[in-house]
């Protein structure tokens, strides 16, 4: 159960706000909902608690005098730049094949967005209720969008925690091409504590670190490492370029970019 957030709303959009707390509370997530006569900048700094708001452009994760959602259409012009040769992730998830793909880690669904444009099928699958909610409602106004709808047709988003989602698969013998892992705080390592975290990210980043206090192994993605080899041909993981490899596993390959890198561990050299 999440703790209790209150959600803010102008009267105009009094209905919207009603639907989202009624989809909110369906996913166990306890929810007071409050009208208010102006969202401005003014009122969320003096409400700077950790809570949700609703206007013309639907859901937003608010704290500290801002707000936040996964945009997707904000992606656009990075979409209409990127290429199959231009982007690293591309060669990593070997996306040149139209591969089958699960993105274990949606975190703002943005690399699933580019995946699937660069003709990936993609499973997204989110555990949180609120960023799942969040990432419903970018994917329905980014279905709206005439360059974005083929896009998001091949993106199925399912509310499922990942472990749960990948032990069934690896049960019911089922398999994908790739399984994609970026966790959420690739800079905490449990046995090099050297590893220093960044010394700021961006806003939408530290809204959604608020939501997701780091407080588990399962967030740094080590125990998904081993279930998503058991499922996938390939499995690939984004880690910052100077982090330690998940789980201690050293890959079969790596691609190298100037901030980060990607992590491959192939199934068929497992099996060799």
């Not at 009603?18 to 997530?29: D, K, N």
């Not at 208010?36 to 452009?57: G, Y």
């Not at 407080?215 to 998904?224: C, H, Y």
Request: aromatic content about 6%; glycine content about 4%.
């Amino acid at each position: 159960m999440v703790s209790e957030l209150r959600l803010f709303v102008e009267p105009e959009f009094h209905p919207a706000a009603q639907h989202y707390l009624s989809v909110l509370q369906g996913r166990g997530v306890a929810v007071q909902l409050e009208v208010i006569d102006k969202l401005s900048a003014r009122f969320l700094r003096l409400n700077p608690e950790l809570a949700l708001c609703v206007d013309q452009a639907g859901l937003w994760l608010c704290a500290h005098g801002m707000k936040m959602q996964p945009d997707w259409r904000a992606e656009v012009p990075r979409l209409k730049r990127a290429s199959l040769k231009s982007e690293m992730i591309a060669r990593a998830c070997n996306l040149a094949e139209k591969p089958k793909l699960i993105d274990a880690t949606a975190g703002l669904g943005h690399d699933s967005l580019l995946m699937a444009h660069l003709g990936a099928q993609v499973t997204l699958l989110e555990r949180h209720p609120i960023l799942f909610t969040l990432l419903e409602d970018s994917k329905k106004n980014a279905a709206q969008d005439a360059f974005l709808s083929p896009v998001v047709a091949r993106i199925d988003l399912i509310f499922a925690d990942s472990a749960d989602y990948l032990s069934q698969q690896a049960v019911q013998h089922q398999s994908v091409d790739v399984v994609y892992l970026d966790p959420m705080f690739p800079q905490r390592d449990q046995h090099q504590q050297a590893i220093k975290k960044q010394a700021q990210v961006k806003k939408q980043m530290q809204l959604l670190h608020l939501l997701l206090p780091e407080d588990g192994s399962m967030d740094l993605g080590d125990a998904l490492l081993g279930l998503a080899r058991q499922v996938a041909k390939r499995v690939v993981v984004k880690r910052p370029r100077l982090a330690v490899y998940l789980a201690e596993q050293a890959p079969n390959h790596q691609w190298q970019g100037d901030a980060c890198r990607f992590d491959a561990y192939f199934q068929e050299l497992l099996e060799a």
